[in-house]
């Protein structure tokens, strides 16, 4: 015959929750307990006196660029206000001239995207620069390096430097002392009947530093 009554059946339940209960909480604060002990015994780590790795420095946006015509012996700055004024004066020419060349407004290319694009083509005027500047001399060259370092730190200027075939012979001393000196540059060697390029599209924007 069966004794055992429901209140005790319940009252058993009740003891087999309240230990297994105790059995978790004791189980964790010796686990806890563990972990101190063995965070106290270790010693802290000694600092590393290696070379640390340093991420080069990317600029977000490249700096804006200053062209210089190297044709023979001469190295010509090229005026770009001249174009803008002209192009100015007759938007809606589409081309035009200045002292050092002629310039052609392209017409602007039907893109999906809301940047105001544009290019520019520019062929130099040879003999009128030859006529116009002054032959190059390393005196030149330390005033031009002055006058480079001080646009940088004004106006983030740096030169780019349209190089013609005959004109490498006259870069390569100025291509050292720029070097040299630190400045930061670009140059392409160009055929003197090729256009300059000039433009603004969309991937100046979507790419990483794309000139520079």
């Known amino acids: 015959m069966d004794t055992e009554g429901p209140a005790q059946g319940a009252f058993l339940d009740?003891?087999?929750?309240?230990?297994?209960?105790?059995?978790?909480?004791?189980?964790?604060s010796l686990i806890g307990l563990r972990q101190e002990t063995e965070g106290a015994n270790q010693s802290p780590l000694a600092p590393t006196t290696g070379a640390r790795f340093v991420e080069p420095r990317r600029d977000l946006f490249p700096p804006f660029s200053s062209f210089y015509f190297v044709i023979a012996d001469r190295v010509s700055h090229?005026?770009?206000?001249?174009?803008?004024?002209?192009?100015?004066?007759?938007?809606?020419t589409?081309?035009?001239q200045t002292w050092q060349g002629r310039f052609e407004w392209l017409p602007e290319p039907l893109?999906?995207?809301?940047?105001?694009?544009?290019?520019?083509?520019?062929?130099?005027?040879?003999?009128?620069?030859?006529?116009?500047e002054p032959p190059w001399s390393p005196e030149r060259t330390?005033?031009?390096?002055?006058?480079?370092?001080?646009?940088?730190?004004?106006a983030r200027l740096a030169p780019v430097f349209i190089v013609h075939p005959d004109g490498l012979e006259t870069f390569v001393p100025l291509h050292e002392r720029l070097q040299a000196a630190g400045q930061r540059f670009r140059w392409f060697a160009q055929r003197a009947d090729e256009p300059l390029l000039l433009g603004r599209h969309p991937a100046q924007f979507t790419h990483h530093a794309i000139y520079w």
């Open 142 to 154: 330390e005033r031009l390096l002055a006058e480079l370092a001080a646009a940088s730190a004004s």
């Open 14 to 28: 009740v003891a087999t929750n309240l230990l297994a209960i105790l059995l978790i909480v004791t189980l964790f």
């Open 111 to 132: 893109v999906t995207r809301d940047i105001d694009t544009f290019q520019l083509r520019f062929l130099p005027d040879r003999q009128a620069i030859l006529a116009r």
């Open 78 to 92: 090229w005026d770009q206000e001249a174009v803008i004024e002209a192009l100015a004066i007759a938007p809606d």
């Open 94 to 96: 589409g081309a035009g």
